[in-house]
């Protein structure tokens, strides 16, 4: 079974906005970024929150599109995605871990008043899949956190997930910091997931079936890339 990392589009003519830029920059204000519910807080291995995460409303730019997977700068990717309801519907009907979502409003500056939209939801796979590693067969690797050609990858042992773990680097990020980085995922034969998370290894991952079956129903606001270190 292949899989894909499943991104945000980056093609203008359909997100709205230039290429690189989200759809989404800010929260309506007032927002407290670094209350305990804030959007930031949505960042950890398990996504069983102990809260009800503060989405107020997000502001949308003012030439994006609406479409079924949303970028925004607020929110880590890598933890949980924006979607419509109409996808999240869609991808119920697929095999997936337990997951959460929680109604994410959106506005847009119109004439100087706000439009509202309530199509969309924060959507969270609540467990990692870093758990269904077979590390006994995966390879790991420490990399520059930022991209550096002198600088040499060195090759690790990972045990287990607590070994993984130990391997993460603790924010902010200090000068010299370096990333683990999978270069071969062995998943153990129980993991059947049509999409996983996998934390600080890149995010949310789906199969090829399920790729194939949202560019069959044209869903939009993502693109795929194919997860070539990844093996079940």
């Not at 609540?126 to 995966?138: G, P, R, Y």
């Amino acid at each position: 079974m292949k899989y894909y990392k499943i991104i945000n589009e980056i093609e203008p003519k359909i997100t709205g906005v230039k290429g690189g830029e989200c759809q989404i920059n800010v929260m309506v204000e007032p927002y407290d970024y670094n209350a305990y519910n804030s959007i930031r807080q949505i960042t950890g291995i398990s996504l069983e929150l102990d809260f009800e995460p503060d989405l107020n409303a997000q502001l949308l730019r003012k030439r994006a599109k609406i479409t079924d997977m949303i970028s925004s700068e607020r929110i880590n990717s890598l933890a949980c995605k924006l979607l419509s309801q109409r996808f999240i519907e869609f991808l119920s009907t697929f095999n997936l871990p337990k997951y959460k979502t929680y109604l994410a409003p959106m506005a847009k500056e119109v004439k100087g008043e706000y439009k509202w939209y309530h199509s969309h939801y924060l959507f969270m796979l609540v467990e990692t899949a870093n758990t269904l590693i077979d590390f006994k067969q995966s390879e790991f690797v420490l990399k520059p956190l930022i991209y550096d050609p002198t600088v040499a990858w060195i090759q690790v042992e990972v045990g287990s997930c607590e070994d993984l773990y130990t391997h993460l680097q603790p924010r902010p990020f200090k000068k010299g910091a370096k990333r683990i980085h999978a270069t071969k995922i062995v998943f153990r034969p129980e993991m059947k997931f049509d999409m996983i998370r996998l934390h600080r290894l890149d995010g949310y991952f789906i199969s090829e079936h399920l790729k194939n079956m949202i560019q069959q129903e044209a869903y939009t606001g993502m693109r795929f890339e194919p997860a070539e270190n990844i093996i079940v």
